[in-house]
Structure formats: structure tokens, C-alpha cells
């Protein structure tokens, strides 16, 4: 919650140049006072933000989902509400992705020093392994724009368990990651607690499974 006013601002400060673009927030069912963040910064930007709330706690990439099925756009950018990704790099990736051609670009901080070791050796062979199973790029970022087409064209996100980087980098034409920067001090606590690290890795194994065996 302590980040949500922050974040829309430099949001709004990111997007000044652009006419046609909609901030889509969707609650997880979150216990703190973010609802009400959420619903006072609509009402001073009724326009511009659009408020979905879950019934229960689903995860990061079900609330994602909600937020595609309910976007209009052609492009779709991600970014978490912790500031640990920076808005001001969102024209650069918005850059990348329409002067190259691609559908589908991760910004990725080389050096992320203040991330601890556990989590950079965890989050560096997570991504090989699943370069190794799905034969997709090793690279991933919960920071990326894409092209609607994704998501709107595959059906894997419609199952109860689900990987959406590994959805997108198997139906993305070709792909790519710049580099940007990162903030070193996070505006809110991590929601990556070792209960949703291991629905991470159980929403990997059925997507590897239904993958597998989709044409059996």
C-alpha cells in the first residue's frame, strides 16, 4: 500500500506523451489498507486507472491474468507495485519493442546487488531449467511489454495452474531483453514468501505437463 501513490505519479509522469493508455491494478485479496489506496486514487483519476479485486488470495500470475482479460490495448506492460522496477524505464522498453522486431521484450537488470545471493543463483538456474525444459530463451522478468496476441490467441492461460513467462516465450515469434535500471531499495516488502515460491514451481510442473502431453 505504501507504494501505490508513488507508483501511479511516476506512472502518469512516464506515460505524458502517450494519449491512449489504461493503469489496470488488480487487488490479490490483499489484508492491508491498499483497497482503499487503490479506490481514492481512481477517484482522482477516473479515466485513467481501472480497480479489479480477487475474492481470495489466487497469485501473482492468476492477478495478472485478470488484468490481461480485462485490458484494451495492443501492448500490455507489467510491473510490480514495489518500485524495485523503475517506471521511467518503461519508454525504453516501449522503444525496443516497436523499433525491433519482436512481440515481446524483458527489461533485465544485469547487477542486482541488492538482491541476496540465495536469490540471484535461485532465480538464475529457475530460468535455466526452464529454457531447458520448454526450449525457450533463459531469460524472464515480471518487467516486460508484449504484444495482446500472447495471451490473447493462447488458451494455457485459461487452466488453473499456469507459468505466464512460459506462455508468452513459447508463442512469441522472437523475443529479446534490454537492460535497465533498478532501484535499490524496494518501496514495499517482497510478496515472494517460500509458500508462493513453491506455487511457482508447481504452476512450472503443470505447465511442463500439460506441454508434454498435449498431443496425446
Given at each position: 500500500e505504501n507504494s501505490?501513490?508513488?507508483?501511479?505519479?511516476?506512472?502518469?509522469?512516464?506515460?505524458?506523451?502517450?494519449?491512449?493508455?489504461?493503469?489496470?491494478?488488480?487487488?490479490?485479496?490483499?489484508?492491508d489498507e491498499s483497497w482503499s489506496v487503490l479506490n481514492d486514487?481512481?477517484?482522482?483519476?477516473?479515466?485513467?486507472?481501472?480497480?479489479?479485486?480477487?475474492?481470495?488470495?489466487?497469485?501473482?500470475?492468476?492477478a495478472l491474468r485478470s488484468g490481461f482479460?480485462?485490458?484494451?490495448?495492443?501492448?500490455?506492460?507489467?510491473i510490480d507495485?514495489?518500485?524495485?522496477?523503475?517506471?521511467?524505464?518503461?519508454?525504453?522498453?516501449?522503444?525496443?519493442?516497436e523499433t525491433s522486431n519482436v512481440d515481446l521484450v524483458y527489461g533485465v537488470s544485469i547487477f542486482q546487488e541488492h538482491t541476496s545471493l540465495f536469490w540471484r543463483i535461485?532465480?538464475?538456474?529457475?530460468?535455466k531449467a526452464i529454457g531447458f525444459l520448454f526450449n525457450v530463451p533463459p531469460i524472464g522478468s515480471s518487467f516486460r511489454v508484449f504484444e495482446r496476441g500472447l495471451v490473447s490467441s493462447?488458451?494455457?492461460?485459461?487452466?488453473?495452474?499456469?507459468?505466464?513467462?512460459?506462455?508468452?516465450?513459447?508463442?512469441?515469434?522472437?523475443?529479446?531483453?534490454?537492460?535497465?535500471?533498478?532501484?535499490?531499495?524496494?518501496?514495499?516488502?517482497?510478496g515472494y514468501s517460500t509458500w508462493t515460491k513453491g506455487l511457482m514451481v508447481r504452476d512450472i510442473f503443470y505447465t511442463w505437463l500439460r506441454l508434454r502431453f498435449r498431443h496425446l
Open positions: 501505490l501513490v508513488q507508483l501511479v505519479n511516476r506512472l502518469k509522469s512516464a506515460f505524458i506523451d502517450l494519449n491512449i493508455v489504461e493503469f489496470i491494478f488488480v487487488d490479490d485479496n490483499s489484508k486514487l481512481k477517484l482522482e483519476n477516473p479515466s485513467l486507472i481501472r480497480l479489479f479485486r480477487h475474492s481470495k488470495n489466487l497469485g501473482q500470475h492468476k482479460n480485462h485490458s484494451i490495448g495492443q501492448l500490455i506492460i507489467t507495485d514495489d518500485l524495485e522496477s523503475l517506471p521511467e524505464e518503461i519508454p525504453k522498453l516501449i522503444r525496443s519493442i535461485g532465480s538464475k538456474y529457475t530460468k493462447s488458451n494455457y492461460l485459461s487452466y488453473r495452474y499456469f507459468f505466464i513467462d512460459i506462455v508468452l516465450l513459447m508463442f512469441s515469434v522472437r523475443s529479446k531483453w534490454v537492460t535497465i535500471k533498478w532501484s535499490s531499495e524496494k518501496a514495499s516488502a517482497s
